[in-house]
């Protein structure tokens, strides 16, 4: 405890400082729009990509265990990720993106300061080339929160508060909108998760972090339009997020869940399943079929594969 009161004042004023010139403190608005510089990325040269994912937009829900890591394209080679796993995952998730043959993110966003989202930013802000970083108004004392800053410091890279009314324009008609956080104090850290829905054409994808019910019920009352076709299920699937209301709201074809195999939490639970069941929810889960890849040409979406079960975490046999 002596030495999570030495760190905070340390963090406070790092935080501090990283935020120093980011525009988006100004109270002035909540709404933000964001348009990215015109040069496009660099087109995937992998081999194995095929070419209708090139022309496409194409959602990437990379498989790093027990954690959250969401690597955005978009047909003329804007790029967002989503979170970066733990520690260990960094690397994986950025060989990842660098077998796509990218070398700059456009956007980055940690959703919320939990080592299993945040952990593996640190080796993707000293690998890329980042225009543009989001994390939400929110401060821990964790060792990996503090790496998280000295790595965006190292680069000179400022942080732009991740809330409800930012907007960025990806071009190609692709526009990403963050609907949550909506308030500015929760007692639980996952409530300040960044919740972005992205829209090309008549296809969207909601991404929800590890935002729970709190966060929800703000997102329902606020009357946003939270129908999507693919829903990444918060919280790795747990029974504190994903309430019915929600669930109805988004009223998603397909749900996507990030969590580990036999992980130690019995992610997804038992009772997240039953309401995907009961709704006729599709399911594709990375602890049963690694990393999920959804490919939208603004009309249609397509999977590289099969859906998962309906089990819950504690339920798959070891």
């Known amino acids: 405890m002596y030495k999570k009161r030495l760190l905070l004042p ?10 120093t010139g980011c525009t988006i403190f100004d109270n002035t608005s909540t709404h933000e729009v964001q348009q990215l510089l ?5 087109k995937s040269q992998q081999e194995t990509v095929k070419k ?4 496409s937009l194409t959602i990437n829900y990379i498989d790093v265990g027990q954690g959250d890591s969401i690597f955005v394209q978009t047909p003329s080679g804007k790029t967002i990720l989503i979170d970066a796993g733990t520690p260990e995952m960094g690397s994986k998730v950025v060989n990842y993106i660098k077998s796509r043959g990218i070398n700059k993110i456009d956007i980055l966003i940690g ?3 939990h080592n299993d989202h945040i952990g593996g930013i640190v080796e993707v802000i000293k690998t890329f080339k980042i225009v543009k970083f989001y994390m939400p108004k929110v401060t821990t004392t964790t060792r990996t929160f503090e790496e998280v800053l000295k790595a965006a410091k190292s680069k000179g890279l400022s942080i732009n508060v991740a809330k409800a009314g930012v907007v ?8 990403a909108k963050m609907l949550a956080p909506n308030s500015s104090h929760y007692e639980d850290l996952n409530n300040y998760s960044a919740v972005v829905k992205i829209t090309y054409g008549n296809t969207s994808f909601l991404l929800t972090g590890d935002a729970g019910e709190q966060s929800e019920k703000e997102m329902l009352s606020e009357g946003y339009n939270l129908k999507a076709d693919v829903l990444k299920i918060g919280h790795h699937g747990s029974s504190s997020a994903s309430t019915w209301a929600f669930l109805k709201a988004v009223h998603p074809k397909y749900a996507v869940i990030s969590c580990g195999k036999y992980n130690d939490y019995g992610h997804p639970h038992k009772e997240t399943m039953k309401k995907l069941r009961s709704l006729g929810i ?24 099969e859906p998962g079960d309906y089990l819950s975490g504690s339920e798959i046999k070891r």
Request: charged share 20%; net charge negative; glycine share 10%.
């Open 10 to 19: 340390f963090i406070l004023i790092l935080f501090a400082f990283i935020l």
């Open 38 to 42: 015109q040069d496009e990325g660099t």
């Open 52 to 55: 209708s994912e090139t022309d």
């Open 111 to 113: 959703t919320h300061p």
């Open 168 to 175: 960025i324009d990806l071009g190609d008609g692709i526009i």
């Open 282 to 305: 599709i399911v594709y889960r990375t602890d049963e079929c690694g990393t999920v890849i959804a490919v939208s040409d603004g009309k249609t979406i397509n999977f590289n594969v």
